[in-house]
């Protein structure tokens, strides 16, 4: 076998049973600077426009004004191409199936002082049929723990259960409903500190969260692509949201192997929004 079905296979395993993953330096130097002055000139152009905001003032400082950028891949030809990077197909395809369909990508850029997401399972958010979710985190900033990296539950999305949501006032974290109830304690939690260039594959039953970035200055931008297995419906929509109720939403790309469903068409509904520290409930 060659090395990167060696090392794919390996990820895939650990991600299958641990409920993460994390490939090290899978994107290389330029491709991250790339993304960053992509990521950029978002903030700048279009996420002032979501807001109403005046574009042409597009600066780092800009930047920081927003917690994150959603769907990004429908304003950025590079962000959608990144959708089927070969080191994320690679993975997924062994981790989740030959068939696999993205509906969702995430741009947070989280600069100093901003918080973080309470724990939570993306499968509440983004409902599978058949517990597929999974998400690829690319670090576009080396992620630690001062500046608000992932926290995980290693092994949290073995017993396939959704546990309860509820709001919290905790200022920590963002206005993101909080999984509770669970049977695990805080110690069962680990950081996953990355480099930039290096991404965090994580299952959608997987309790996760990220803490506020506590240092002074710079960002914690991370891109975030969420996936599924083609052979699942996607049965999703936001209650008084743009797209009514439908057991099979296809607003999806597909990044490896045969659309089951192509039949039905593809349709562009999800808009591309800008999630603030507090009024919009986030996605996942
Ligand atoms: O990057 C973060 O701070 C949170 C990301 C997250 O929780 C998610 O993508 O589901």
């Known amino acids: 076998m060659d090395q990167t079905a060696e090392r794919a296979d390996r990820l895939a395993a650990q991600y299958r049973e641990e409920g993460y993953c994390?490939?090290?330096?899978a994107l290389r130097p330029d491709e991250i600077t790339a993304l960053i002055d992509e990521a950029m000139r978002l903030c700048r152009e279009e996420a002032a426009k979501l807001?109403?905001?005046d574009a042409a003032r597009g600066d780092a400082h800009d930047m920081g004004r927003f917690l994150a950028i959603h769907f990004p891949h429908k304003l950025s030809a590079l962000m959608r191409e990144t959708l089927a990077h070969p080191r994320i197909v690679?993975?997924?395809t062994r981790g989740i199936g030959p068939n696999v369909?993205?509906?969702?990508s995430m741009l947070f850029i989280k600069n100093?002082?901003?918080?973080?997401?309470?724990?939570?399972q993306d499968e509440d958010f983004i409902p599978t049929r058949d517990r597929s979710l999974g998400a690829a985190w690319i670090a576009l900033d080396d992620a630690t723990i001062?500046?608000?990296c992932l926290w995980v539950i290693p092994g949290s999305q073995r017993p396939g259960i959704l546990w309860p949501l509820r709001q919290h006032q905790n200022p920590e974290y963002d206005s993101a409903p909080e999984s509770y109830d669970y049977p695990y304690r805080d110690e069962d939690a680990i950081p996953v500190e990355v480099c930039a260039g290096s991404i965090v594959f994580f299952h959608g039953h997987l309790l996760h969260k990220s803490l506020r970035n506590r240092r002074t200055s710079g960002f914690r931008r991370a891109l975030v692509n969420h996936y599924m297995s083609a052979e699942s419906l996607l049965p999703w929509w936001r209650p008084n949201g743009p797209i009514p109720p439908t057991q099979d939403l296809r607003d999806i790309i597909m990044v490896a192997g045969h659309d089951p469903y192509a039949y039905k068409g593809i349709v562009d509904v999800n808009r591309p929004y800008v999630r603030r520290e507090s009024a919009t409930p986030?996605?996942?």
């Open 22 to 25: 994390v490939a090290e330096g």
């Open 90 to 92: 690679e993975v997924l």
């Open 51 to 53: 807001t109403g905001g």
């Open 146 to 148: 001062d500046n608000g």
């Open 101 to 104: 369909k993205c509906m969702q």
């Open 282 to 284: 986030a996605m996942s």
């Open 112 to 120: 100093a002082g901003k918080p973080g997401q309470a724990w939570h």
